[in-house]
């Protein structure tokens, strides 16, 4: 076969001029000099975010105080994010709801697959899932003591489940793998799961925002998913968490939220002595909900407005072939290997590529203004955001890698000294 004709950054140009969401980008403030690779970890700020929350501190909650609850629908906002989230994870209403973290979540409808299937004890859990997921999974299954966690290779789950059989009650993957990048087939897995007569659970978190998740459609049971990564809504914006309606009335759906805090309470201002669950999935909120944290959320959503996902897979997989095009182009032979799938049907939004220095490469990256990550042991992890992401910033990414290869600027001691966050 012919070796494909080089990419040129001239080329690039040509593709931003013609980006049916090149003007996305002016949702977002982002800073110049920089080439930002890592909104898979923390989103940049939307542009309607700083006047919002602007707003709900001097104007509701400077003028209104507590009659803000009511009066600007604090109360409700839970729900009405949920509501902003849902067509974003093909999910019909009133099946969503945003609150506390991604681990707490998981820790609710872990033990809800368990409610809903009481005669099994068994989770299945993907064996390289990310920490939390599986720590979480690990608490619950200790903290019960007759539940038994199982860690699986993801293409090991069919043998898993007839393996474990009828014992299992929850299987937990990742839609995309944080550190692999693989897209896993929701429609395929979720069935194999239902034929083993188990629930699934997806975690969201690489996907949500990167590409149209079909949860309704593909039957999902229960889903969690991050806030502050593709959605944009700033550190340690809420999560949120999918229930499929069909469970809303079955039976020991009733006590399916352990964390029965009383802002998930039928009438919480009866306060009442005795804990009965509000209907559907606001049985789920458990403490106040922090309203600045979520208005920052509900703002940041406002940038998928008009927003096609299809339109956004598209560029997401042309941005993602571009930088393995130039990869093989202009980095062989430099020490890297590409650690993502190729196949961008198997891809999420994120390159992955390994390095023994990766560390240290990523931090001479972004020295000189290309933000990705690291994930240990060794992948420079660099995600790709359609909303805001220009095909040249690719190209300029594959030059200053190559520039900091060749040169081996990285090796500088400097560039070693580990962060508590990487
Ligand atoms: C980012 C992420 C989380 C984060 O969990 P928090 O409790 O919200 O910090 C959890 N799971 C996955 C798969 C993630 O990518």
């Known amino acids: 076969m012919p070796e494909p004709t080089p990419i040129t950054r001239e080329q690039l140009h040509a593709d931003d001029a013609c980006d049916p969401l090149a003007s996305l980008r002016q949702r977002f403030l982002l800073p110049d000099g920089v080439s930002y690779f890592d909104g898979n970890s923390l989103g940049p700020v939307p542009a309607t975010v700083p006047d919002r929350l602007d707003d709900v501190i001097d104007h509701q909650w400077g003028q209104a105080l507590i009659r803000a609850w009511n009066d600007h629908g604090w109360i409700d906002l839970p729900r009405r994010v949920g509501a902003k989230i849902a067509p974003l994870i093909g999910a019909a209403p009133d099946q969503v709801v945003v609150c506390d973290s991604v681990s707490v979540n998981l820790f609710k409808l872990l033990a809800t697959a368990l409610a809903l299937r009481p005669d099994r004890r068994t989770i299945l859990c993907q064996d390289d899932h990310f920490p939390t997921d599986l720590y979480i999974a690990r608490g619950l299954a ?107 009335d079955a039976v020991g759906f009733e006590h399916a939220n352990p964390l029965a805090g009383w802002l998930g309470h039928r009438r919480p201002f009866d306060f009442s002595t005795e804990y009965r669950p509000a209907p559907g999935v606001d049985r789920y909120l458990c403490g106040t909900p922090p309203i600045l944290a979520l208005a920052a959320l509900d703002a940041a959503l406002d940038s998928w407005d008009g927003v096609d996902l299809a339109a956004v897979r598209r560029k997401s997989i042309r941005l993602g072939q571009t930088f393995l095009d130039l990869t093989k182009q202009r980095l062989d032979g430099l020490g890297l290997r590409v650690a993502c799938p190729v196949d961008p049907d198997r891809r999420g939004s994120q390159i992955c590529l390994a390095h023994d220095d990766g560390y240290a490469v990523m931090q001479a990256l972004i020295e000189r203004g290309v933000i990705g990550d690291f994930r240990a042991p060794d992948i420079l992890r660099f995600g790709l955001c359609p909303l805001y992401t220009r095909h040249v910033e690719v190209w300029d990414a594959v030059d200053i890698l190559r520039d900091v290869l060749t040169r081996g600027t990285y090796r500088e001691p400097r560039y070693r000294q580990r962060a508590k966050v990487t």
């Open 142 to 248: 200790d903290w019960l003591g007759d539940v038994r966690l199982v860690p699986v290779a993801i293409d090991a789950l069919d043998e898993a489940l007839a393996e474990h059989g009828d014992d299992v009650a929850a299987v937990s993957l990742a839609h995309v793998g944080y550190r692999s990048g693989r897209l896993h087939d929701m429609a395929r897995l979720t069935r194999a799961t239902h034929d083993a007569g188990a629930l699934i659970l997806w975690d969201l978190s690489h996907s949500v925002g990167a590409l149209a998740v079909e949860l309704d459609a593909c039957r999902a049971d229960l889903a969690v998913g991050c806030g502050y990564k593709f959605l944009n809504g700033g550190p340690g914006a809420p999560a949120f968490l999918y229930v499929a309606e069909r469970h809303h």
